[in-house]
């Protein structure tokens, strides 16, 4: 597959979820659709996401005429489709007839039919019918010109509870995964899950319910399972397409990467897709924390597929509706954050939707078109300018984003700290890895999103802020990483327990204390308005003209074979190492035990950067800069983003840039509120 992946796409997309099936009363309104997509250069759609009670009406009656009527029109007006499997709402009568296929909630109630994304996973007759309304139309357009690729149900799990299923039919298959996992062990599951503790030993596998969250692996197993059982119904709706057609195919992820698997999912898909929607609504600093958040997902899809573009599938051109308040966005946020997916290495900007409904749900959540009303609007106004930007950035179609630093963010982990009880919670977990990354990114370095079970080779620098849940082989391979010339480093929190939540063997730390050269004891969490002194031994933490000082949390550790570059000089831990450094190989382990500030974190790894090597960084990035590069042939395409809505002046990395627009050659920039500007290098 060529990096295009769609061999007939030579611009940049632009479009959004196209849904006639409301507006079928209306012909007028489908011809405007057409009429309107032309004119703001629309060039792709997703086509039918929820459109499967028009498709098949009654059991076994199908109805193609619109959707045939459809795809011709916008075939015609030059418009791609991908072409979904409306598999995500069920229709009433499949429902109402077959019971069975509703989800069963946690209080073993089983929904009446409503809302969407609310199925059972396991039933039979729900994977039957899914892949006769898939058969039917994979048949019909497998060779249609105009569908470029196949859009596979929407947002998996993306409903209360995660859309996990509770029914009979569910919780056996979860008993069987158990023993697949198990061995068919039942003693090996109480010993790996202590369930000898509160006499909750199992005598035999239908015992093993979800719902005690006393018992923390069978939690963090649950949700496993739950993303497994998700991947199978991925791979089944995949294998109804195939049947008939080899197009591309992707599904649309979503929220923040805790809802699926995404690592499971990916090496199912030809092409991965995100849904974007960065919240707007809050302070200047609040907003931009939420564009910092937002960044880490981006980086985090693209890293699942590095040698590809990735699609941004839904965004939304002003604000969505539960957004509250529904503050619009201000002129030029809107093209800076889909310019923002652009650099972060999509291949497309689309909205959720072309044209709002009249009614239901989502009828106030911000379209292209309003309903049947104007359609010149500021909004639509935006989009074609946004047009214009993109087809003047057709040269970085393909491109891909490399980049020599990674943080590891771990959904195990996410899950693992979600059931945990003590240590820090998965909020806490989250908003440290953002602290993290966004320290990174204040260094002007551009930064992938992998988790434990990544392939290292293309890094130079790691970090891994609270490993607290060690995956099999992560330090074995880590290890590997350092001694061949890598830079690793990790927080406090970390190497806690194995991957079922049973705390390392031989006390904190695990596998982790020979790499790091460090022991572990205990960790002292501080008050909010708490502050433990350091002692900087070098120039690890930057400007000494101050105290310097740390907060949040304390380890209290033990020097091996590492060496002390810092020590607390407060507390009754006074005297003892606060951060660390372990040669190892040709590479190095490095430790932080104090939770620092945003400045001191900044400090501490512009310290470490330059020290492996990488000194690709900015010296003095401005307040609300990021910057991201991508890659195509011999040609690097620098972006650099003010988020910011005031006027600010930028240094470039040291290199030979010339500017996108005008080819002029560039060592610094002036960036307007809200300024994405390209500049390009050739190796
Ligand atoms: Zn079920």
Redesign the pocket.
Known sequence: MSLHIFPTVKDLLLGGDYNPDQWLHRTDILDQDIDVMQSLGVNAVSLGIFAWSTLEPEEGRFEFDWLDERIDKLGKAGVHVFLATPTAARPMWLACKYPEVCL?LKDNSREYPKNRHNF????LVYREKTARIIDQIAHRYANCETVIGWHINNEYGGYTDWAR?Y?D??IASFQSWLKQRYNNDLEELNQAWWTHFWSHTYQNWDQIRPGDHSIEALGLNWYRYNADIMCNFLKHEIASIRTHCSKPVTTNMHGHLQLADYVKLAPELDFLSYDSYPRTYGKPDEELHNLYQESLFLNAIRSLKKDRPWYLIESCPSVPQYFHPQRLKRPGTHEMHSLRAIAHGSDSVMYFQFRAGRGSIEKHHGAILIQDGPTDTRVTREVRSLRQRLSNLNKILGSTCKTKVAIIFDTESIWGLENNHGGPTADQYNEIILKHYRALLELGLDVDVIDQTADFTDYQFITAPVAYMLQPNFVERIKSFVKHGGHFTTTYWSGITNDDLLCSPGGRLGDLRDLLGISSEEVDCLREDERVKLEDSGDWLGDHSESLSGQQYCELIHLNAAEQLAIYASEFYAGRPSLTRNQLGQGAAYYQAIGLPRDLLRNWYRSLLQRAGLVEFITNMPHGVMMTQRHKQNKTYLFVINMLGSTTQCDLPRDNWTSFADNSPAQSTCLRPYDVQIFVKSQ
């Open positions: 069963t059972c996973w396991t039933s299923c029914c039919r569910c």
